[in-house]
């Protein structure tokens, strides 16, 4: 008896190709599922990056407005303010 036959040749040729293609359509899953998965974390990286550009901006802008009140007080006397002075009376 044989065991190669065209029929037994057949199914096995018949089962290889099925196989090859649910590995085939699983692939296709994947990349798919990865592609969605780099575009979610490059949204997230982006947001992150935006959040930081953000307290970076206002702490920048914060610092600005401390440095203004600084000038001001370098021209203020304690209790007074700086005015100009007063016109010497003729005599």
């Known amino acids: 008896m044989k065991i190669y036959t065209r029929r037994n040749a057949a199914v ?14 699983k692939r296709k899953r994947r990349s798919g599922l990865k ?38 007080a370098e021209n203020e006397i304690v209790g007074e303010y700086v005015t100009a002075p007063e016109p010497v009376p003729a005599t």
């Open 12 to 25: 096995g040729y018949l089962t290889l190709k099925a196989i090859q293609r649910s590995v085939n359509r």
């Open 35 to 72: 592609v969605a998965a780099y575009v979610g974390l490059g949204l997230v990286s982006a947001g992150i990056l935006a959040a930081v550009l953000a307290i970076a901006l206002k702490h920048r802008s914060g610092e600005t407005e401390e440095a203004a009140l600084e000038g001001d």
